[in-house]
């Protein structure tokens, strides 16, 4: 079961040029998004009301998206403007819409009721849209259900044995204690780890003499949105009492958007704002990431077959799953929500475009 | 549900050579189709009696064929003839045997009651054999149920469309009315597109100097058999009267037969009356129904794979959904009457090779 | 349904090296396979119990196995002795292991009820070590259930049929009586063909000027595995009265392991004692076998896609069917009492590692 009435990564803005007709599921709902004549997104379920073709065979007019099936012609809000040998077209031929906005770089889609889709709910990401950030545009897909790499965010003690090249550094890492706090809409996680080795992905591209003190501090909220300040600066000049001298910072950005129940887009990027101007830094750190979630998608998707072969397999907790107890507990609430709520309201379609 | 007792097409009678064992799948019974001796067809059902093995492994020895797990040997009516180091046959031991029959180039098959498999049943396609015709023959097969390719084909305003490039010319022909007759077992479309282009296809064998009033009319019977006279004259020259006087003629003959529930063989041709000494006339064609006819499976199968993920969808029904809407209804009734029929039968073998 | 309390061959001992991890499925039960500092086999379920993670992406560390996702670490025995961040270990951090013994080359593992794992029940297979015999390893994997394979094992008037060029020889060979005996674990099965030729894969190998007298004399038993002393010598020199001058001798050994319900492993090898200072003998024995083996598996798999098409199918039983008749009786008897007995006792878990 998904979460409905929140706002999911969709894709990059970039993704979707002037012509093009981008097909992908969200939910287990194929959506097809694409731009009107002034760029602004729309999306709609990529399925013809009339006999189910998918509108992303199919052909913008201007303004209009038209079915290449049957020639059919839907207006930027789903509501059919031409049908081919007919003069009058009842009002119940229209295609389903979601609320869809561009900010910072991505595009959020909501996929519940279009009346709650209120954008002020979106998670700020200044740092993909600021001038001193730098930073490349990641995207990989699972095979898994998405709580299970949601799982994997929320225990960064897999740093060492999963990532002991990439993002890693010594087991030490995994010993420091984080913190962690629940929060309205997900939750906080703090780590602090002391006078160790920078990790390897950190080394390539800065020169630390000495141990670092490194910090992950991110808060993952619902439905699936990490977003993370990370660090680390030289051993003993004071980075745990806020002093950033000398440090190197990131903003991880990333966000699970499930496709179906067994898939999983995700979307992510590791800004920096430190030798922005060397583009090759940059191509570095990205190159890094997309190692090291290579990394952890091959364990991930191992162990979701794993979990598929033996439905009755009880996990055993340990200290460190905290974090991602209490935010599957918040899933879990959140969607229960939803079904009390939706199984005692009508059904009606959505057809509000954008929320903006 | 499929139909039962009916004649489907089981292919080309060029596909089972004197000595091929073809294995094919109908209504979802494998089935090994070969010749006796005298070249007469042969369909058993492709699974040996004894342990299952599938018969088209086996090896025909003159009017017999045996299995070649076990080594049993069985009679073209189906019954076990030998039995290695076992004197005694009982009559169980024997094999499924479906009527065939070998009509005008194509290979008919009976998958129900085979006492009510009257060759008379049979669908006319003379043209096939005619020598005042000529055609190529052609297979594809969809990962689709046939019902989306008989909607397909029971409304060809999709030819703008999906065919602008080959079989389709402008929207207008979209535009044109379409007459619907309802048939005892199927429907007659009839369509006149007045003063329009002739279609890219055409254009590419036969020199038209301005407009032409094309016609397509068809039956489209029971159980998916499609056959139609179709082409085009040049305008002014009383076609709609009946005069076809310098007209390029078409005898599209097309069958689809289901393989499964989510699969369907289709067998077709589209023979000419005009040039036929010009093999190079009838090859582009055939090339350009077969270009064409992946426009369709493309579309089709995108179609039904957008169905199978909503379940619930409903159609919205248009004015251009008519024939298709009573052909679906035919085949229902179709299958209902001899689903109350078969459940009020006892159960029996079918034991007969050929009803002729 | 398998059989749990028994001893499955789960691979040949040279296919886990010192720091090998071996991934398998057994009866639907992911297991990994490796050694301890000792060189002793060790099987564990594939599976964390932390977070289910495989194992055999797991590191050796030792007489150690740490799991590479969270960094818990766990003896041979199963007991979690390291858990990053955390002191205390409670008892229940263990992963399930089973009971895998090393014999004559072969590795064989016990699914069920640990303390039921005596090492005395493990069928013999003195040929595989012994310097009088020589024989290559042979695996192959099929994608149907066991006893289809088993099927095809206890009746060999198969060979003409299936392996005319390779096993087989003439059709006599399905004509000879088979002599069947019940055991208390399995089947006995005797066949001599008398004055028959050698068959294609010895006449490889060994000159024989006229016909042969040839037998197949083999138990196969429970779980699957089966034992034979075959082999030929020239007609009219007694061989059925005991004397195997200038015969051509074979132990042929074979296993078969259920992966799952539709998949299965299988073991073999064919020792023979004759020409064992000749590797291109033992070679030319073995490719026939592999050739064999794949002409079965071909047809088997063909079987078994016909026999999933149709679940009513009635199979026709013929004489030659006795013996698989007795096999499968005694499969079903064998699971009907193994899941009576464990629906009666207690749940626990397997922490033994060997039974030796």
């Known amino acids: 079961m998904f979460i409905k009435n929140c706002w999911y990564v969709a894709g990059w803005a970039s993704e979707v040029g002037a012509d093009d007709f981008i097909a992908r599921t969200f939910i287990g709902v194929p959506v097809v998004m694409w731009r009107d004549s002034g760029g602004r997104p729309v999306a709609f379920e990529d399925r013809c009301c009339h006999r189910g073709a998918p509108l992303s065979m199919g052909r913008r007019e201007g303004d209009f998206l038209r079915c290449m099936y049957h020639g059919l012609k839907f207006d930027r809000d789903g509501a059919c403007v031409e049908i081919p040998a007919q003069d009058r077209i009842p009002d119940s031929v229209r295609v389903n819409t979601f609320p869809i906005v561009e900010r910072h770089k991505w595009l959020w889609i909501w996929m519940g009721e279009a009346d709650k889709a209120d954008p002020a709910l979106i998670p700020d990401t200044p740092w993909l849209s600021s001038p001193d950030w730098r930073h490349l545009e990641g995207y990989t897909h699972y095979d898994t259900n998405y709580l299970l790499i949601a799982d994997n965010l929320l225990d960064l003690a897999h740093l060492p044995y999963v990532h002991p090249n990439t993002l890693g550094g010594p087991a030490a890492y995994a010993e420091s204690p ?164 939706i199984s005692a309201a009508p059904r009606k379609n959505i057809a509000m475009t954008e929320a903006l």
């Open 178 to 341: 984080a913190q962690i706090e629940a929060l309205d809409n997900g939750v906080r996680v703090t780590r602090w780890a002391m006078n160790i080795d920078a990790p390897p992905f950190v080394q390539k591209v800065k020169h630390y003499d000495g141990k670092v003190d490194r910090w992950n501090k991110y808060d993952f909220v619902l439905p699936g949105v990490f977003l993370m300040d990370s660090g680390m600066a030289p051993t003993g000049t004071g980075a745990a009492e806020g002093k950033r001298d000398n440090a190197a910072e990131f903003r991880g950005c990333q966000a699970l958007t499930p496709e179906t129940e067994n898939s999983t887009h995700y979307f992510f990027c590791h800004p920096h704002n430190f030798a922005i101007d060397q583009p090759e830094v940059t191509a570095s750190i990205h190159q890094s990431v997309v190692v090291a979630f290579e990394e952890d998608r091959r364990m991930i998707t191992a162990q979701s077959r794993s979990l598929d072969l033996r439905p009755d397999f009880n996990m055993i907790p340990i200290r460190a799953d905290r974090a991602l107890g209490l935010f599957r507990s918040l899933v879990k609430k959140t969607v229960d929500g939803e079904t009390v709520a």
